[in-house]
C-alpha cells in the first residue's frame, strides 16, 4: 500500500521569508500524481499545486513551487515570500491515477511570524 | 461556479443511531469521493463514486456506505454510530483521473 510522509509537524517562518515543508511517499507505480493541500482553521480543503510523476518539470503556481525527485520518492514544497494567510495545515497526498483516492500525510502545521 | 456543497455542516448524533450525510458537486464533475479526518488517525479515503458506481473502498466497515444519484450528488450513510466515529467527513469532487479534487467544508459530526 502506498504510504505518505511529513516528517515535520510544525514549522514556522518569518512574514516575507521563504519555507520549505518535505513530504516522502512510498509507491511501485511509475504513473502518478502528487499534490499539496492547504487546510486553513476554516477547515476548508485548498488545492495548492500539482505534480504528474511523468514530468520532470517541477510544477509552480506562484509563490508555491515543488521540488519533485522521483528517484527518491520525495515532493517537497517550497513558499516563497511567505505571508500571514499561509499559516495553515498543509497535507501531501498521493493518487496512483486508478481512480480519485487520494494518500494523505500526517500533516505540517505552518506558523508565519509578522 | 458554486463549489462542493455539504450538508449540515454540524450534526450531534448519540451512539447506535445511524446518520446521512449529503454532498453536491461541482456541476460537471461525476467523481465523488469521501474521507474522515480526526486528530488521530489524520485524513482517511472512505470511499468513491464515479457514474453511481462505487469505484473504491477504504478500509472502513460496513456500517460506512455511500450512493451517488444520477445527477453526482452523494450521500454517505453510517449506521449504528459508535463514539470513535466523531470526525470531519469531507466531501471531494473532481472531473476524473489525477484531476485536482475540489473539497467541501465539511460535516462536523459529533457523538455523545
Known amino acids: 500500500a502506498q504510504t505518505v510522509t511529513q516528517s515535520q509537524p510544525e514549522m514556522s517562518v518569518q512574514e516575507a521569508e521563504t519555507v520549505t515543508l518535505s513530504c516522502t511517499y512510498d509507491t511501485s507505480e511509475s504513473d502518478y500524481y502528487l499534490f499539496w493541500y492547504k487546510q486553513p482553521p476554516s477547515r476548508q480543503m485548498i488545492l495548492v499545486i500539482r505534480q504528474e510523476a511523468y514530468k520532470q518539470q517541477n510544477a509552480t503556481e506562484n509563490r508555491f513551487s515543488v521540488n519533485f525527485q522521483k528517484a527518491a520518492k520525495s515532493f517537497s514544497l517550497k513558499i516563497s515570500d511567505s505571508q500571514l494567510g499561509d499559516a495553515a495545515m498543509y497535507f501531501c497526498a498521493y493518487n496512483k491515477g486508478a481512480g480519485n483516492m487520494l494518500t494523505f500525510g500526517g500533516g505540517t502545521r505552518l506558523m508565519v511570524k509578522p | 461556479k458554486a463549489g462542493v456543497t455539504q450538508t449540515p455542516r454540524y450534526l450531534i448524533k448519540t451512539r447506535g443511531q445511524q446518520v446521512t450525510l449529503s454532498c453536491s458537486p461541482i456541476s460537471g464533475h461525476r467523481s465523488v469521493s469521501w474521507y474522515q479526518q480526526t486528530p488521530g488517525q489524520g485524513l482517511q479515503f472512505l470511499f468513491e463514486?464515479?457514474?453511481?458506481?462505487?469505484?473504491n473502498k477504504g478500509n472502513f466497515p460496513g456500517r460506512f456506505s455511500g450512493r451517488q444519484f444520477s445527477n453526482s450528488r452523494s450521500e454517505m450513510n453510517v449506521s449504528t454510530l459508535e463514539l470513535g466515529d466523531s470526525a470531519l467527513y469531507l466531501c471531494?469532487?473532481?472531473?476524473?483521473?489525477?484531476?485536482?479534487?475540489?473539497f467541501g467544508d465539511g460535516t462536523r459530526l459529533s457523538i455523545l
Open positions: 471531494a469532487s473532481s472531473l476524473g483521473e489525477g484531476s485536482p479534487q475540489h
Open positions: 463514486y464515479f457514474s453511481e458506481t462505487q469505484r
